[in-house]
């Protein structure tokens, strides 16, 4: 019998270019063969994802974006069945402690200020993708 692991799924949303591809770099370099697709804002991902077959299994999500920020796509998700056990990931340079506590009370599993080193970046990345939820936020 061959079991072939299952292929993980990102879907990052950020209106940043240069955010989505530093991302895309980093989890590149913790591996190469999880598939990361990406929206500019929240409209444009919920229509990604009611669109795609393969639900994501984790949504990297910055909070600041135009036509319908992080936390409006956020409530939405948690709030529609087919996209409510996705996990969220609060992806965002904002340091205020409301943000933090708000999203986590809206239902995302982490938060994570956008690191200033590369090297920060992948390792909060990897902490998510092995749920060492207590790691994630310790290279802000």
Not at 9 to 18: A, G
Not at 25 to 53: M, R
Not at 61 to 74: A, T, V, Y
Request: proline fraction near 4%; charged fraction near 20%.
């Amino acid at each position: 019998m061959n079991l072939t692991p299952v292929q993980k799924t990102l879907l990052i949303v950020d209106d940043d270019p240069d955010d989505i591809q530093l991302f895309c770099e980093a989890l590149a370099e913790i591996n190469e063969t999880i598939h990361c697709f990406s929206a500019t804002n929240g409209e444009e991902a919920l229509q990604l994802l009611k669109a795609t077959i393969v639900k994501p299994d984790f949504i990297f999500l910055d909070l600041n974006m135009p036509r319908m920020n992080g936390k409006q796509l956020l409530v939405q998700l948690k709030s529609d069945p087919q996209f409510a056990s996705i996990l969220v990931i609060i992806y965002s340079t904002s340091k205020i402690k409301q943000d933090v506590e708000d999203s986590l009370r809206m239902g995302a599993v982490a938060f994570i200020t956008k690191p200033n080193k590369f090297e920060y970046l992948v390792e909060a990345i990897s902490h998510v993708l092995t749920g060492e939820w207590a790691l994630v936020n310790s290279f802000s």
